[in-house]
């Protein structure tokens, strides 16, 4: 019972911390030596998710972020990242890419996370993702060829360069202006990477305008 009781103290004070924006770097986020550059309009603070669609921490956090990503003004972008660390997570990637050609990725990326979680199903054969696909309005054939395609080769690629220049071990991460990084074990819970996100934004408009 006492270590419940901390535990919800702990999340208590981290809350309250975030909404006076009187973070702690290096302790409740990292700050990278070298920005990364953003992909959004100028005037935009962009937040980027990390994930993997295997990784259950990264499951847990989908409905706490998205309900917390409607909440934002207009000034916010947010972003989704696919991990890649080799195996299964490129593969994954790789799908998430795919449907993001197709035009299906707002359509199935919870539908995805839930068949890996829920349905027990990895996922990951090119059979597999295809057929997946096909209950999204497209043939297998098109999806095979988009799983296959070269642009998509490239914008996997291209996540993993991003990755590494996020300096990202693990996820799911939260990163706020190419410049800031929160995980799981910074924030405290899952549940806290939004507020802290939400703080290191208000941070970045008072950068912008002193």
């Known amino acids: 019972m006492f270590k419940i009781m901390v535990a919800a103290l702990a999340g208590l004070s981290l809350s309250t911390l975030a909404s006076a924006q009187s973070l702690v770097e290096g302790e409740h986020y990292q700050v990278l030596d070298e920005a990364v550059p953003t992909q959004v309009e100028e005037g935009q603070i962009e937040v980027t998710e990390a994930f993997w669609y295997g990784c259950p921490h990264c499951y847990s956090l989908e409905d706490p972020l998205n309900a917390w990503v409607a909440e934002q003004p207009d000034d916010v972008t ?8 080799g195996g299964d997570w ?7 890419y795919a449907a993001q050609e197709l035009g299906i990725l707002e359509e199935m990326h919870d539908d995805f996370f839930d068949a890996i979680h829920q349905d027990g199903r990895d996922l990951t054969d090119i059979d597999d993702i295809a057929e997946f696909f096909s209950d999204y309005g497209v043939s297998e054939e098109e999806a095979r060829q988009a799983l296959t395609s070269f642009g998509v080769k490239s914008q996997v690629n291209q996540a993993h360069a991003r990755m590494r220049a996020f300096e990202l071990m693990g996820v799911p991460a939260l990163i706020v202006d190419g410049r800031y990084v929160i995980s799981p074990s910074s924030a405290g819970s899952l549940e806290n990477m939004p507020k802290i996100a939400a703080a290191l934004i208000e941070k970045v408009r ?3 305008n002193p």
Do not use: G, Q, V
């Not at 490129?90 to 998430?96: E, I, L, R, S, V």
């Open 78 to 85: 947010f972003l989704r990242m696919p991990a890649t660390m």
């Open 90 to 96: 490129n593969k994954h990637a790789t799908a998430f």
């Open 206 to 208: 008072d950068d912008r």
